[in-house]
Structure formats: structure tokens, C-alpha cells
T-cell receptor
Framework: KQEVTQIPAALSVPEGENLVLNCSFTDSAIYNLQWFRQDPGKGLTSLLLIQSSQREQTSGRLNASLDKSSGRSTLYIAASQPGDSATYLCAVRGYGKTSYDKVIFGPGTSLSVIP | EPEVTQTPSHQVTQMGQEVILRCVPISNHLYFYWYRQILGQKVEFLVSFYNNEISEKSEIFDDQFSVERPDGSNFTLKIRSTKLEDSAMYFC???????????FGDGTRLSIL
């Protein structure tokens, strides 16, 4: 059974710092991994999607890496800004009972960037 | 930019009543999902839907739940006899295909009294 964990649960950093969020999963037979941002009381905004055959993806100040064999992904945020304050979720799409269409979310990392 | 839209934004229902949550996925998307998030907890997968049938469902998605794509645009989640523990935020998502990211709606907050 796939389990997804995220470390740390919460993080508070001063503006301008570079930071790394971690995501671990127990079953390496995944289809892809997606990072999301969730603002309080809101839906989920997709940040980056990494296919199982890829090692990393970049978008602006964000870089996500994937090491499928060790069951790990990291989200690197460069030069953090107060507007980056949110909860960051990773989600693994893998095999359920009949298809590669079961998505398991981690519990999230709550990020606070202090001006 | 096209969006996934969900209605209503907030639904209040008496325990035991049936409720239907509605979603309009992005028009060229083929894969559809429902998730729920109980307050303060993680996002939980409920069901995935492709080619007019369920692809996967979680242990949460029991006989009280059903999904339907009644026409070319709507995707609905029905809970037949609601329980207090069904109170949660329900999110709909869609994607054009497996190699594309999922796009989420803003959710429906379901409150069971």
C-alpha cells in the first residue's frame, strides 16, 4: 500500500532564503509525482509534474527532483518570498487495483516566509 | 485560462439526506477525479473516472458514493445517505491525459448537520 510522507510538517524562514521540501513514498512503482500549493481555504494549484522517467522539472524559482528508486522527491524554492507562504503538497500517481490512476497525497508542509 | 468549476461552493445538508456535488471539468480533459479533505487532514483520493467508467476507487468510496458524467460537460459525485463524518471539502480535478498535470477546482464545502 502506497504511503506518502512529507518533512518537515512546518517551516518558517526569513525572506530571501533558499529552501528544500521533502516528499517520500514507499512504493517506487509510480506513474508520476506532482507538487501542489494550497492556500488556506482554497483549492490546489499545480506547481510541477515529474514523470516516473524524469529526474527533475523546473519552473521559475521552483525545481523538483525525483529519485524513484529511493522513493524521494524534493521541491527546491529559490529566493523565497512572503507570497510563497502556503501549504505544499506532493501527490503520487500509481497503480491501484485495476489501473495506474490512483493518487495518494502527502500531508503537506506548511511554509511561512517572514518579511 | 480554462478552469475546473465546482458548485455549490458550500452545501449544508441534514444527516441521512442525499447530496449531489457538481463539477465542470476543463472541456478537452479526459480523466476526472474526486478527492476529499476533512478539516485539518490530508487530501484523500476517492475515485478516478475515464471513458465513462470508474478507473480506481479508494476504500472510502463505498456503496454510499457514486459518480456520473450525465452529459458532455458535468461530472457529479452523489452521496446517498450522508453521515456526520462526510463533512469535508470535496475537490474535483481533471487532466487531458496521464502525462499532464491535474487541475483542481476550488472545492465544495459539505457540512452535515
Amino acid at each position: 500500500k502506497q504511503e506518502v510522507t512529507q518533512i518537515p510538517a512546518a517551516l518558517s524562514v526569513p525572506e530571501g532564503e533558499n529552501l528544500v521540501l521533502n516528499c517520500s513514498f514507499t512504493d517506487s512503482a509510480i506513474y508520476n509525482l506532482q507538487w501542489f500549493r494550497q492556500d488556506p481555504g482554497k483549492g490546489l494549484t499545480s506547481l510541477l509534474l515529474i514523470q516516473s522517467s524524469q529526474r527533475e522539472q523546473t519552473s521559475g524559482r521552483l525545481n523538483a527532483s525525483l529519485d524513484k528508486s529511493s522513493g524521494r522527491s524534493t521541491l527546491y524554492i529559490a529566493a523565497s518570498q512572503p507570497g510563497d507562504s502556503a501549504t505544499y503538497l506532493c501527490a503520487v500517481r500509481g497503480y491501484g487495483k485495476t489501473s495506474y490512476d490512483k493518487v495518494i497525497f502527502g500531508p503537506g508542509t506548511s511554509l511561512s516566509v517572514i518579511p | 485560462e480554462p478552469e475546473v468549476t465546482q458548485t455549490p461552493s458550500h452545501q449544508v445538508t441534514q444527516m441521512g439526506q442525499e447530496v449531489i456535488l457538481r463539477c465542470v471539468p476543463i472541456s478537452n480533459h479526459l480523466y476526472f477525479y474526486w478527492y476529499r479533505q476533512i478539516l485539518g487532514q490530508k487530501v484523500e483520493f476517492l475515485v478516478s473516472f475515464y471513458n465513462n467508467e470508474i478507473s480506481e476507487k479508494s476504500e472510502i468510496f463505498d456503496d454510499q458514493f457514486s459518480v456520473e458524467r450525465p452529459d458532455g460537460s458535468n461530472f457529479t459525485l452523489k452521496i446517498r445517505s450522508t453521515k456526520l463524518e462526510d463533512s469535508a471539502m470535496y475537490f474535483c480535478a481533471s487532466t487531458p491525459g496521464g502525462v499532464q498535470p491535474q487541475h483542481f477546482g476550488d472545492g465544495t464545502r459539505l457540512s452535515i448537520l
